[in-house]
C-alpha cells in the first residue's frame, strides 16, 4: 500500500490557499516522509455559497504541480481531481503530458464529471453535457499521447489529422477517474487505470451527486467487479483503487497507531492501493505550517517506516 499527501484546503474564502505552508516545501517534505504521491484538487470558479458552506479554495492542479516537480524527485504527481469537461481535450491532454514531461513521467491524470452547477455555467459549459464530454476525453487522451496523427469529431471540436508532440514519458499517462455510480466503475474498468470512489458519506455524497459508497466489503466487491470487468475485455494491467482516509486522530496527542495501523490492513486486504491522506481547515478556520510539517514527519515515521 502506497500513501498520497494531498495539499491540505482552506476551507471558505477567508484565509490565504497556502496557510498549510508552501507548496514546494510540503511537497519536498511529504516525499522525505515516504508518501507516494502528492496531489492537488480544482475548482477554477466555485460559488461563494459554496465556499461559505463548506467548500475550499483551490489552486491551479497543472501549474502547481509543475511547480512540484522542479523541487521533488520520485514523487508521483497527481490531480485530485481535475475537471474533465471543463476543458477542451486537446488542452487537458496537453497539460497532463506536460507535467509527465517535465517531472521525468510521474504524472497521474485523476478526473472527474464534476458536480457544481454554477462553476460550469461560470467557465461556459453545459452542465448536462459533462458525461458526453468526460467520455470524449477518455477517448482523445491515449491518442493525443501517443504522437501520431489522429483525427476525433466531438460535440464542440473536430480534430482532423492533428499530432501531437512532444509524447509523455509514460504511455500512457495512467488515468483515474473518480466517482461512486455504475457508470464511473464502467469507465474505470473501460479506459482507466485506478478508482477513485468518494468516501466521506451521505452528505458528500449528495453534494457531489455521486451514490454513497457503502462499506468495506461492498468496496472489495466493486473494485473486485471493476478488475473483472476489465480482464473479461482483454485489459490485462493492474487497476489500483484509490482511497481517502480522514480521521483527526492519525497523528498527535491521544493518536492510536494500532487502531488506525489495523484500518489501514483492513482497506488493504479489501484491494486498496493508495491511500490518500491530509489535514484541512474547516471555515473560518486556521492551517498552520507547523501542523502540516509535524504530520507528514510523524505520518511517514509511524505508518510508512514504522
Do not use: C
Not at 172 to 181: A, H, L, Q, T, Y
Not at 236 to 262: K, N
Amino acid at each position: 500500500m502506497r500513501f498520497i499527501f494531498h495539499y491540505p484546503e482552506t476551507g471558505g474564502a477567508d484565509g490565504d490557499v497556502l496557510d498549510a505552508g508552501p507548496l514546494g516545501e510540503v511537497a519536498v517534505a511529504a516525499e522525505q516522509a515516504g508518501f507516494g504521491g502528492f496531489s492537488l484538487s480544482e475548482h477554477p470558479a466555485p460559488g461563494a455559497r459554496w465556499l461559505g458552506a463548506g467548500g475550499h479554495q483551490t489552486l491551479d492542479p497543472f501549474v502547481s504541480l509543475g511547480y512540484a516537480a522542479a523541487l521533488t524527485e520520485r514523487i508521483r504527481l497527481i490531480t485530485y481531481l481535475s475537471v474533465a469537461p471543463y476543458r477542451n481535450p486537446m488542452l487537458l491532454a496537453k497539460a497532463a503530458a506536460t507535467l509527465d514531461k517535465l517531472s521525468g513521467g510521474r504524472a497521474i491524470l485523476g478526473i472527474g464529471s464534476g458536480y457544481l452547477k454554477g462553476e460550469f455555467h461560470a467557465v461556459g459549459v453545459d452542465f448536462d453535457e459533462r458525461n458526453t464530454l468526460f467520455d470524449e476525453a477518455l477517448d482523445v487522451l491515449p491518442l493525443h499521447w501517443k504522437g501520431e496523427p489522429f483525427s476525433y469529431t466531438g460535440k464542440h471540436f473536430s480534430a482532423r489529422d492533428v499530432q501531437a508532440r512532444p509524447t509523455p514519458v509514460q504511455q500512457p499517462i495512467p488515468i483515474w477517474i473518480g466517482g461512486n455510480s455504475a457508470l464511473s466503475r464502467r469507465r474505470v474498468a473501460r479506459a482507466a487505470h485506478g478508482w477513485i470512489p468518494m468516501s466521506g458519506g451521505a452528505e458528500l455524497s449528495s453534494t457531489a451527486r455521486t451514490p454513497e459508497l457503502g462499506g468495506i466489503e461492498e468496496l472489495s466487491r466493486k473494485i473486485a467487479g471493476i478488475r473483472e470487468s476489465a480482464a473479461s475485455s482483454g485489459r490485462t494491467e493492474h487497476i489500483d483503487l484509490v482511497y481517502s482516509y480522514s480521521h483527526p486522530g492519525l497523528t498527535g496527542p491521544g493518536a492510536d497507531p494500532g487502531l488506525h495501523r489495523e484500518a489501514l490492513s483492513e482497506l488493504s486486504r479489501a484491494g486498496v492501493d493508495w491511500i490518500v491522506v491530509s489535514t484541512r481547515a474547516g471555515v473560518h478556520e486556521t492551517l498552520d505550517p507547523g501542523v502540516t510539517f509535524d504530520f507528514l514527519a510523524e505520518f511517514g515515521a509511524t505508518y510508512i517506516d514504522g
